[in-house]
């Protein structure tokens, strides 16, 4: 049975004669920025299903290819798409393409997610730059023998998100005259949206936005020793007092304002990496 460094082999090994220039920044397209890609130059686009064990993306909203190319002068690898733990996935499998991005040469990971956002200050199609994360899934990455390779046994998260990047991504979105905020990003398991009560809680406990990605692929990517940004789009308000049920397609409307914002933003952050 192959171990995870063989199987990260295995992927890299498929995918290096595929890219054309080792990606300097990994992207992770939540959703809501399906159409980014776009904006990548010389790109080559690769369906999950050819790369040795990488997961199927199941998320009628994820499209599910690994897109390669140049971004503002900068090498990229873009998952469009990401792999959720209510998919039924391990956490392993839900990071394996952290990993891979790491061999292939990746120093800076950007991670997007759609979330709820529980902070009455937020507003539709905000863009949370997230400062600290809390994780309730109910499972880590990292568990199970540690592999020296990959990282140290003991990650350090005390700045689980890079400074640096966190005030370069504010920089930027006032010079684009972007709303944005600062905040806590908590991950639930899902796939269900969280009851009133258990909004309070998340609240009281300081989140400012709720939602079921990111938090596995940052504890991998610090395990891996990357520089984390991560970015949020409120699309929904999840106010205990006033809440009304979800409707998706207007989640999915909603995203895509706010992933219009991020397509703006992301280019402007890459091109000073």
Do not use: W
Not at 86 to 96: A, D, H, I, N, R
Not at 166 to 174: C, F, N, P, V
Not at 222 to 239: F, I, P, Q, R, Y
Request: glycine residues 8%; negative net charge.
């Amino acid at each position: 049975m192959q171990g995870l460094v063989e199987k990260i082999n295995d992927a890299v090994e498929y995918l290096k004669p595929r890219i054309q220039e080792p990606p300097q920044v990994g992207l992770i397209l939540g959703t809501g920025l399906g159409g980014f890609t776009q904006q990548i130059s010389q790109q080559n686009s690769i369906a999950y299903e050819t790369i040795p064990h990488f997961p199927r993306s199941t998320v009628e909203s994820h499209a599910g290819q690994l897109v390669s190319g140049i971004l503002n002068g900068t090498p990229i690898v873009a998952m469009e798409g990401r792999f959720h733990f209510y998919e039924g996935y391990s956490m392993k499998e839900v990071t394996f393409p952290v990993r891979v991005m790491k061999a292939l040469g990746v120093e800076t990971l950007i991670i997007t997610n759609a979330s709820g956002g529980m902070n009455p200050h937020y507003q539709l199609a905000d863009i949370m730059i997230i400062e600290d994360q809390i994780n309730l899934m109910g499972d880590n990455p990292l568990r199970g023998i540690n592999d020296d390779r990959l990282g140290v046994r003991f990650p350090d998260m005390c700045a689980p998100y890079d400074r640096s990047l966190i005030r370069l991504a504010e920089q930027k979105a006032l010079e684009l005259q972007i709303r944005t905020q600062t905040g806590v990003f908590v991950a639930v398991a899902g796939p269900n949206l969280e009851t009133r009560a258990e909004y309070r809680m998340l609240r009281q406990m300081g989140a400012d936005c709720v939602g079921m990605s990111t938090v596995p692929e940052c504890i991998v990517a610090n395990h891996a020793s990357l520089k984390v940004l991560g970015l949020s789009v409120v699309t929904d308000l999840c106010l205990p007092d006033a809440l009304e049920p979800v409707e998706i397609s207007k989640i999915l409307k909603v995203a895509a304002d706010g992933g219009q914002k991020l397509a703006q933003l992301i280019p402007q952050i890459i091109a000073e990496l």
